[in-house]
């Protein structure tokens, strides 16, 4: 299985910073720092909303973020990254 992240979180402006002044590119700052995006929970797509709901309630901003795919190995992140193709 792979993910694709559709809807990401608000990208940390420290992240932006080590990218530009380090020179590193999007797919580079995806895979190291994960753009801030921190704890990931997988849950079936069925209750996905319903997770989301109950996680936002102790964890503001909480929030789909995207989806399982079946191509295994691979992270989709945007701007057409993708990670472990």
């Known amino acids: 299985m792979g993910y694709a992240i ?3 979180l608000d990208i940390p402006p420290i992240c932006g910073l080590i990218g530009d002044l380090g020179g ?3 797919a580079e700052m ?3 720092f994960n753009m801030g995006c921190g704890l990931v ?3 079936p797509q069925e209750h996905a909303d319903e997770a989301a ?8 901003g909480a929030r789909r973020i995207g989806t399982v795919t079946d191509r ?3 992270v989709s992140a945007p701007g057409g ?3 472990g193709a």
């Not at 709901?53 to 503001?60: E, G, K, Q, V, W």
Request: aromatic share 4%; no cysteine; glycine share 4%.
């Open 6 to 8: 559709e809807a990401p």
């Open 24 to 26: 590193v590119s999007d």
């Open 30 to 32: 995806w895979e190291v």
């Open 41 to 43: 929970a997988i849950t």
């Open 53 to 60: 709901a109950i996680l936002s309630a102790r964890h503001p």
């Open 72 to 74: 295994p190995g691979t």
């Open 81 to 83: 990254i993708v990670l």
